[in-house]
């Protein structure tokens, strides 16, 4: 589905508990591959810096349930600063639309220093918006760190992932801090279960998912390791 120029997925999300976990992961597992970047049975560690206005609209625009909403982050893998991204994740409605962008370790330093000038000069449009998000007052604000363990369909471009261990930094905005404390904010027996296609769910993972079988929740790891942050500030 396409909106405002933008190719829009569906994604669908819910809790489960260890033991339907366990469960639904043999399932998926002999159905479907697992994801090229996984490191081991568990999956990757994925550590992400999200950005937030100085008003924190990206979080309250989540709890209110805005139609259009956008949230800037940038994204590294299994701790290394080989691969590091800068997304913006924008939700319209159901649907979810991600863009993504290269960075270099010096260009990540550089921005958590305040220096993000170069940003307006880069040929990517993506890298453009985010410095003017940046002049507007955008600044980094929170650490969500989680195992993602991933398997993938190629027909519908499905993904099927179970987020675990889902932690939030409570003491640094930088995500190659060799002293991040990271707080635990979902209990351990608690999976996050996330349905992610194009057009369609086909229906043969579709049985084997039941989707239908599961509470549908609104989840965002932003808002709930957000609120860890909050915690320990208010503390």
């Known amino acids: 589905m396409q909106f405002q ?9 819910y809790y489960l508990h260890v033991h339907d976990y366990m469960a639904l992961r043999h399932k998926v597992s002999s159905m479907l591959s697992m994801d090229r970047h996984a ?24 709890n209110n349930g805005v139609f259009g909403r956008e949230k800037y982050r940038i994204r590294i893998y299994n701790g290394s600063d080989a691969k590091i991204t800068l997304e913006r994740k924008s939700k319209f409605g159901e649907y979810v639309c991600k863009e993504s962008a290269p960075l270099t370790r010096l260009e990540y330093d ?12 880069k040929g990517i449009l993506l890298l453009r918006e985010f410095h003017a998000a940046l002049v507007r007052g955008f600044r980094p604000i929170t650490i969500v760190n989680y195992i993602r363990e991933a398997y993938v369909y190629e027909p519908g471009n499905v993904r099927i992932t179970f987020d675990k261990q889902l932690s939030g930094g409570i003491n640094t905005c930088d995500l190659f801090h060799p002293e991040l404390v990271l707080e635990e904010a979902l209990p351990p027996s608690q999976t996050i279960l996330e349905v992610k296609f194009d057009a369609f769910l086909p229906d043969h993972i579709r049985k084997v998912v039941q989707p239908d079988n599961h509470q549908r929740s609104s989840i965002s790891k932003y808002v709930i390791c957000r609120e860890v942050g909050i915690k320990h500030f208010k503390e």
Do not use: N
């Open 110 to 121: 550089a921005i958590l220093e305040g220096g993000y000038t170069f940003l307006k000069e």
């Open 5 to 13: 120029g933008k190719k829009l997925r569906h994604e669908q999300k």
């Open 39 to 62: 490191v081991g049975a568990e999956g990757y560690e994925i550590r992400s810096l999200y950005f937030d206005g100085l008003h924190s609209h990206a979080l309250h625009d989540k």
